[in-house]
């Protein structure tokens, strides 16, 4: 199946610690989506990549959540110094970034605890 | 601003019709999704609507937009309890170049043998 994988599928870490999430989109989809599950706020946006660059990183909640994609492909999505807050399923969705009806594919998302 | 609101639960009988609601705020949405998500998984694409359009049919599913309303429904026919899962509905506006997804916050439906 060539369907966007992510890793880990579950992650435990203490608050404060760093957590490096990984996405792998479907090959050939130049537009990444980062987006976050939680019971609080249901499923909110937190960044759009084309290509390597983000032009748009309007729903990550603060400075300690950064990502990055490299050739095109892989994306990590960073927290830094976590919160119990943060504790959530991070799902990434890749497309094709046509205009219009750009159907967005999902990976089955990581589930981050914080201690 | 961007809002999407869905009731929060729905119960049927095997064999019935289910319809999920939704409203939408944003009159410049262009597309507008029905995501299914079972226990555990991702998300699903379930359909989707072009705005200029009233109404979309695909096997069981079948898609209602009501444009003055901002009104937005999904019904399944013969539903099946292998149908019970989270539904949302999302849209994307043309305002936004990035196409993301503003979700509602889901209907849960369970489906009763």
């Known amino acids: 199946g060539a369907g966007v994988s992510q890793s880990p599928s579950n992650k435990v870490t203490e608050k404060g610690k760093d957590v490096e999430l990984r996405c792998d989109p479907i090959?050939?989809?130049?537009?990444l989506y980062w987006y976050r599950q939680s019971l609080g706020q249901g499923l909110e946006f937190l960044i759009y990549f084309q290509g390597n660059s983000a032009p748009d990183k309007s729903g990550l909640p603060s400075d300690r959540f950064s990502a990055e994609r490299t050739g095109g492909s892989v994306s990590t999505l960073t927290i830094q110094r976590t919160q119990q807050e943060d504790s959530a399923v991070y799902l990434c969705a890749s497309s094709l970034g046509r205009r219009g009806a750009d159907t967005q594919y999902f990976g089955p998302g990581t589930r981050l605890t914080v201690l | 601003g961007e809002d999407v609101e869905q009731s929060l639960f729905l119960s049927v009988r095997e064999g019935d019709s289910s319809v999920i609601n939704c409203t939408y705020t944003?009159?410049?949405?262009?597309?507008l999704y029905w995501y299914k998500q079972e226990p555990g998984a991702g998300l699903q694409l379930l359909t989707y609507?072009?705005?200029?359009?009233d109404m979309k049919q695909d096997q069981r599913l079948t898609v209602l937009l009501n444009k003055k309303d901002k009104h937005l429904s999904l019904r399944i026919a013969d539903t099946q309890t292998g149908d019970s899962a989270i539904y949302f509905c999302?849209?994307?506006?043309?305002?936004?170049?990035?196409?993301?997804?503003?979700f509602g916050s889901g209907t849960r439906l369970l489906v009763r043998p």
């Open positions: 609507i072009f705005s200029n359009m």
């Open positions: 944003d009159s410049s949405s262009t597309y």
């Open positions: 999302a849209e994307t506006t043309p305002m936004d170049s990035s196409y993301k997804l503003i």
């Open positions: 090959s050939g989809h130049t537009a």
